[in-house]
Each structure stands twice: as structure tokens, then as C-alpha cells.
């Protein structure tokens, strides 16, 4: 009677064990699931991996960034060399205010797909975050020689030579900033500021209202 107690049980066993690894490529995305999953196939399989980036990806939409960061360096452990990966790992970092691992994973999406300019991008605002606008200069300007059409690299270019006390080319930044999208009123009251460093009161001026014009409508 034992051995039939113990066959019984062992089926029974397996029949739970079906049952996880059913849910997990059924791709049930739960806390704990993906985790279990990983565990029951003991391989990092392509299905496995793919289970850990959905949850990551879902987790970093959600804006539970911390928890992301989790499963991002999972998929990384994994063997996961994407550009994307180490991408959505910065940003989460950044979000959870851990700004030198956000460069690191930043830095490493950029070496992995040289056309990726998001990344360079984020290294320049942390560069500019972190008082270090020779550094934001550098990584800005980049994209500049590379595509002199946005206006938010333009207007943080801006930021990083004013920041220079660099003003000729803060002026220069501000202004192809405005021409691309004339009616934000801050390029503007930042061009005001600098032409008001640099003595040129009446142009300051200028600036100053066509802001408040703009503040208006």
C-alpha cells in the first residue's frame, strides 16, 4: 500500500509541475511566475529570456523602476547583449536617482549600437545634471555634427555653454534652438538671461517679452 501511496503521489507531483510550466509559456506575466518559470527549465532559454524582458518592460511602463532594474540585469546575467536593454536600464536607474549606473548602462548601449543617439542624448542632461557642462558640451555637440535639427539638443547645448560662461555659443545654441520651434517661451528667456550676462540689456529685454508674449496665449 505504501509503494501505490508513493506512484500516486509522484503523478501527482508531476501533474503540478506540468501545470507551472504550462503557465509560464502561456506567458502569464504574475510576480513569482517568471521567476518559478526560470527555475522549473534550469535553462536560460530564448522562452525564458523572453519572459524576463516582458516583466521588465512592463515593469519599467508601470514606473516600478526598481523592480525593473531587477529583471534588466537578470536578462543581462542571462546573456542578453542588447542595445535596448542597457538603454531601458539607464533610464530606469536615472529614475531611481542612481545616475552613475545609468551612465554605465548608457555608455554600454551606445558601444553596442553606435546610432543609438537617445543614449548619447542622456548623457549629456546627466552631464549637465551633474555640473559637468564641458562633459554635456562633448556629448551634445556630437549630435549636433551629426543632426543640427533638434531642438532639444540645441536648447541643452545652450544650457552647457552658458553654463561654460561660454555665451557667444550659448547665444548661437538658443538661436538655431528658436528657429526650429519659435514658440517656447523658455529657449527664450534663457537667451534672454544670456544676453543680460553678457551686457546686452536691450536684447535681454527683447527676449524677456516676447516669453511673456508667448506665456500669454
Known sequence: MARKAETAETKKSEGVSLLLRMEGFFFKLKDGLVDSYCRLTRIESVEARNLVS???????????????????????????QDPVIYYNL????????????AEKAYKKAFELDKSL??????????????EDPKTAVRYLSALTNKNNKSFDVLY?????????KDLEKAVESFKKAIAIE???????????YTYEAMGKHEAAMECFKKAMELEEI
Open 156 to 164: 541643452n547645448l545652450g544650457v552647457a555653454h552658458d553654463k561654460l
Open 117 to 130: 543617439a537617445d543614449a548619447v542624448y542622456r548623457l549629456g542632461l546627466l552631464a549637465i545634471k551633474n
Open 182 to 192: 519659435p514658440a517656447y517661451s523658455k529657449v527664450h528667456k534663457r537667451l534672454g
Open 90 to 101: 539607464g533610464h530606469c536607474c536615472e529614475r531611481e536617482g542612481m545616475d552613475e549606473e
Open 54 to 80: 516582458r516583466k521588465a518592460d512592463s515593469l519599467m511602463n508601470k514606473g516600478r523602476y526598481g523592480k525593473a532594474i531587477d529583471q534588466y540585469n537578470k536578462l543581462i546575467r542571462m546573456g542578453r
